[in-house]
């Protein structure tokens, strides 16, 4: 039914990624996003934690007051 999330700024060296993610700036910037999907009867169904680069996604907030 609805999504929540928590967005926060991080860099590179304080976040556990793959090997495959070799920054070479350890200061690198990043967004850490934890999103938790609630059902309707507003019990947690999944938990999802991503990590984005740069400019490497776009946001378009809609929020209901």
Not at 37 to 42: I, K, L, V
């Given at each position: 039914k609805y999504l929540a999330s928590i967005i926060r700024p991080e860099v590179a060296k304080n976040i556990q990624l793959p090997d495959v993610f070799d920054f070479e700036n350890p200061y690198t910037p990043l967004l850490v996003i934890e999103d938790t999907g609630?059902?309707?009867?507003?019990?947690?169904?999944?938990?999802?934690?991503?990590?984005?680069?740069?400019?490497?996604?776009?946001?378009?907030?809609?929020?209901?007051?």
């Amino acid at each position: 039914k609805y999504l929540a999330s928590i967005i926060r700024p991080e860099v590179a060296k304080n976040i556990q990624l793959p090997d495959v993610f070799d920054f070479e700036n350890p200061y690198t910037p990043l967004l850490v996003i934890e999103d938790t999907g609630h059902d309707e009867d507003d019990n947690p169904v999944f938990f999802s934690y991503e990590h984005l680069v740069g400019d490497a996604s776009l946001f378009h907030v809609v929020r209901h007051v």
